[in-house]
């Protein structure tokens, strides 16, 4: 079937075409029905069905059959180490964690932070959890302690699973300290610690409260899986929203499960068997849905990467795992690219590999440009295909179903929507915008399974973020617009969300973090264009009345306070101190103004402004930092 009748075949029957999809999950009690609305506009899906996410990443695929294929392929460049599991290793290697997980007393609905880098273990803790059907929720390395801090007082977890050390090119990161200030600083204290101790640093442990990540594990005994409602969180995944509290987005069980596995093969075209790699990082959700749990509910081998696009050695370190270890699928955010590109501009490394293996690269995270799409269609001559989706989905929504039928590409267009997602552009007042329009997008209600029914105890923020401006509708944030072939352009996002090196940050945090510096009154962050990391954070500070110390120093403060409060993942190093900022009358802060201008694009000038001089100012800040010109 091509992709316009399938697509159909879901508008016209969705509880079929769920209830199809659903054949490809082993349950313990089989659903029968796939919606739940009872509690509209809230969905769940296969609520009455039991089953586990291990049971289905783990444990079948030794009891059928693929017990000596290659589950995991980890490639550490920057340990220079590589490590194949089985999946008959990765199920004694989770047994044994989920029971030593249980001795602890760790038990279904418990939660259990897990804060690692691109080790195995990191992969073999969310399946363990899984397994017991506690509820992981993994805090990427490049988070500060306070932004830990944050997410122990909101997931309350029994158990912090860590490693010693992250590996940054040229740099240790050692996680210990970071973790000890976590939980000096939050409210709720975790009863145990369980470090992986790392070659690279070993870490101290407290007596009592941490342990070694071997030594828990000696007297475990393997733990089968415990079988949960299909509704049951599988995790909750933080994400930045408008302020500075992360939402927690909560991943369902069973839908997640249905969800993932339909995408590998209509989406990324690849069998079971098939070496799939999702260069990102365990803490994003393509980490979780990609590198983890997609490629093992479908059956294949996923490479888990400890290393960057450039420099871990070189920017031909993509090329080598591809063809070392034979990807078919490959799936990166184009700040990746754009990284190599920058480095190796003619692609020489490539010449070096045989990648014939390679089959299609896909992209998502932010923004796909043009340049970088031509760019890498020419050196790999595969399709590259951009799709589109968000945290809050936990897989695509709009994209190119390549197993289904591969649909002409548009470039500067993620293609069309997914079956399940019914992809709407609205305008200010809720109104279908006619083909061609510029709007908010939103997605019909329900949400596809898989997605997110609710932000972990916040209902009522889950509700005023999303389903609260379009009645009917789940906002999604970006604002786009869709052609007369029905493809979707993502143009940009509607709220204070921006896009730093596909990793999705909150300005409205950065700012809670640098209006605790006392020399700084007042202050606004805007994302402008970047040409590598596609966006990154500038900030002005007003400071102070009174306040007339050097202003390099009182920036070089705030560039450090970001980094020490939210983490270096923010990328926070552009800060200019300003005498005022631009506002309507009503007092509030033109940040989209203020980002046309940096990004030298026209604006018209807001009716609502209270002081238009203010912009002049600003302009003149923006170019002594290299911007606005
Ligand atoms: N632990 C600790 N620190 C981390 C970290 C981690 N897991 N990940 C990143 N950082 C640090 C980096 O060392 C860097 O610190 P610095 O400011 O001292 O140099 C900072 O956070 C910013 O990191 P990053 O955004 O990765 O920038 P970079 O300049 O080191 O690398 C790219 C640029 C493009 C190579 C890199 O961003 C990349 O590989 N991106 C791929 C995109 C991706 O995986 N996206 C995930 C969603 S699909
Ligand atoms: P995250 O939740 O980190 O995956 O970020 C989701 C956001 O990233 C989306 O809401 C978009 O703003 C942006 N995004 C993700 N993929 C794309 C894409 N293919 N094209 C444009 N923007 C994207």
């Known amino acids: 079937m091509d992709y316009h009748s399938i697509y159909e075949s879901w508008r016209a029957d969705p509880e079929k075409f769920w209830m199809d999809a659903a054949k490809n999950i082993d349950w313990h009690k089989k659903p029968t029905f796939a919606l739940n609305h ?3 506009p809230l969905y769940e899906w296969y609520t009455d069905s039991f089953v586990n996410t291990c049971f289905n990443a783990v444990d ?46 760790i038990t279904k609905g418990d939660r259990v932070i897990i804060y690692m880098p691109m080790v195995p273990e990191a992969i073999i803790a969310m399946l363990a959890c899984a397994r017991i059907g506690a509820i992981h929720s993994v805090v990427f390395g490049g988070f500060a302690s306070n932004e830990l801090a944050v997410r122990i007082d909101d997931a309350q977890p029994k158990t912090i699973l860590a490693a010693s050390c992250g590996i940054e090119p040229g740099r240790i990161i050692e996680y210990k300290p970071l973790i000890d200030e976590a939980i000096e600083l939050s409210e709720h204290k975790p009863e145990c610690v369980v470090i992986l ?38 995790y909750i995944l933080y994400t930045s929203g408008t302020t500075g509290a992360p939402k927690g987005v909560v991943r369902p ?11 590998m093969k209509n989406i990324y075209d690849v069998d079971p068997g098939d070496v799939f790699w999702a260069a990102s990082d365990v803490g994003w959700v393509v980490g979780h849905s990609y590198i983890c749990y997609a490629p093992l509910i479908h059956g294949n081998t996923s ?39 920058r480095e190796d501009p003619e692609g020489k490394f490539k010449s070096k590999y045989d990648l ?24 790999l001559g595969v399709p590259v295909i951009d799709h589109w989706w968000q945290t809050e989905t936990g897989w695509t929504i709009v994209g190119n179903p390549m197993g289904i039928e591969a649909l002409p590409i548009k470039v500067g267009s993620p293609s069309v929507p997914m079956p399940g997602y019914d992809v709407r552009i ?31 105890n916040a209902e009522e923020r889950f509700k005023n973020s999303y389903l609260s401006t379009f009645p009917g ?94 983490g270096p993942v923010a990328s926070f190093k552009l800060a200019t101190v300003v005498a005022r900022l631009p506002k309507t009358r009503s007092g509030k802060i033109l940040r989209a103004t203020m980002v046309k201008i940096a990004d030298n694009q026209e604006f018209k000038m807001p009716a609502t402004i209270d002081d238009p001089t203010i912009l002049d100012e600003i302009k003149e800040a923006l170019i002594a930092l290299g911007y606005a010109n």
């Open 197 to 234: 101790q790392r070659p690279e640093a070993q870490a101290s442990l407290m007596p009592g409260r941490d342990f070694d990540w071997e030594e828990f594990q000696l007297d475990a005994k393997p733990a089968d899986c415990v079988m949960v409602e299909g509704n049951h969180p599988a």
């Open 303 to 341: 490479v888990l990467f400890e290393g960057k696009p450039v420099g871990t050695p070189d920017a031909g370190t993509f090329w080598r795992v591809i063809s070392e270890h034979k990807v078919k699928s490959f799936f990166t955010a184009p700040t990746a690219f754009r990284a190599i590109k």
């Open 473 to 566: 509708f789940y906002e999604t944030g970006d604002a786009g617009l869709i052609d007369d072939d029905g493809y979707l352009y993502i143009m940009a996002r509607t709220d204070d969300v921006i896009n730093v090196a596909g990793h999705r940050l909150s300005t409205g945090a950065m700012e809670e973090a640098l209006s605790n510096h006392s020399d700084v009154a007042e202050c606004a962050v805007i994302g402008v264009s970047d040409q590598l990391k596609g966006q990154v954070p500038l900030g002005f500070l007003c400071l102070t009345n009174g306040v007339n110390r050097p202003h390099k120093e009182i920036v070089d403060e705030c560039i450090q306070l970001v980094r020490d409060q939210i």
């Open 356 to 379: 014939s293996c390679l089959k299609a690269l896909y992209l998502a995270g932010e923004r796909a440009d043009p340049d970088t799409i031509y760019w890498a269609q020419n050196l």
């Open 60 to 105: 079948r695929h030794v009891k059928n059959g693929r017990a000596d294929q290659t589950a995991i392929i980890y490639d550490s460049p920057v340990t220079e180490k590589q490590l194949h599991l089985t999946y008959k290793d990765l199920l004694e290697k989770t047994s044994l964690l989920a029971g030593a997980l249980i001795n602890k007393g």
């Open 253 to 263: 069980t069973a839908g997640h499960l249905v969800a993932l596995h339909w995408s």
């Open 426 to 456: 609205l305008d200010n007042d809720g109104k279908e915008l006619p083909k061609g329009e510029l709007g908010a997008v939103a997605i019909k209600l329900p949400l596809p399974p898989g997605t997110l029914p609710t932000l972990w």
């Open 38 to 40: 009872s509690n509209a």
